[in-house]
């Protein structure tokens, strides 16, 4: 059971039956076919595994799937999914809709709707696994989506080093891949999240983790934002991200949220624009907990 929004206006509007367009997922291509010429023997690494959801604290559906969610993630849990302890990352976006007020969303809405653009994200809650599997709306087929990509193979490493001081983050992101990337649609996003704040939500969720806050990466022309830098390198060569970015600490703007400035995390990750079954897959994720 999930919200569908229809329009840009958010109203509400509650759904019995599973999602139409489905939770099957994709088949992610082999990576040996992107940059790797013939004879080459290129450096392979294990990746991990990017969940990207869209939900809502107005979302009556949500609130049970983020929760068996978080259950899975919990090592007390008698659900905990100790396989994907050191693999599995989660993002999660607030939306708009079914109704008004989530707090998550209205701190800084533009990135959030554009990443649900990218998507085309029609329902709550919703998940795509490495950018180019529909996961759907049940958080027990995004443990299998998970389980079905584990230990996959990239060419890409990711580094993440970095510091806080009081609501200041600083550090960088490197990104090397083993095999030639140049000008085939590879970008890195850094996202900011949010981990425990506790809020009492009009759908009964009263605890919030992996909560997207802002993207570090990017950039502005002429007012086009984007929140990605272009990735184009040979192998073996290094791009190194700087960042140094500090929360307000007004964040989220509602008094009814708790949080603590300790639960700050990074999550970066290579994402590809393309074609074919690799269009949208995620190659690399990695994150950094702040305490």
Known sequence: MYYLKKHILPYLLLLIFSCSGGGGGKAVSSETEIGEGDGVVAASYNSKILME??????CGPCFPQNSTLNRYLDPTSNVYASDLAD????????VWWPASGDPYYDWNPEPVIQRKNYYDVSAVPYMYTNGNIDSGSS????????????NAQTRFKIEIDGIRDNYNI??????????????LGFKLFIAVTHDNSQYNAPNGQTVFDQTFIDFLSGSSNNENVVYYDEINLVA????????NWTLDSNWPNNSAVSWNVEDLNIVAFVQRDGEGESNKKVFQVEALAFD
């Open 53 to 58: 959801l869209f939900t809502s604290t107005t």
């Open 87 to 94: 693999h599995w990352i989660v993002l999660r976006y607030h």
């Open 139 to 150: 958080a027990a087929v995004w443990r299998a989506n998970a389980r079905s990509v584990i």
């Open 170 to 183: 600083s550090g960088s992101v490197k990104v090397t891949p083993s095999v030639n990337v140049d000008d």
């Open 236 to 243: 073996d060569q290094t791009f190194t991200k700087n960042y």
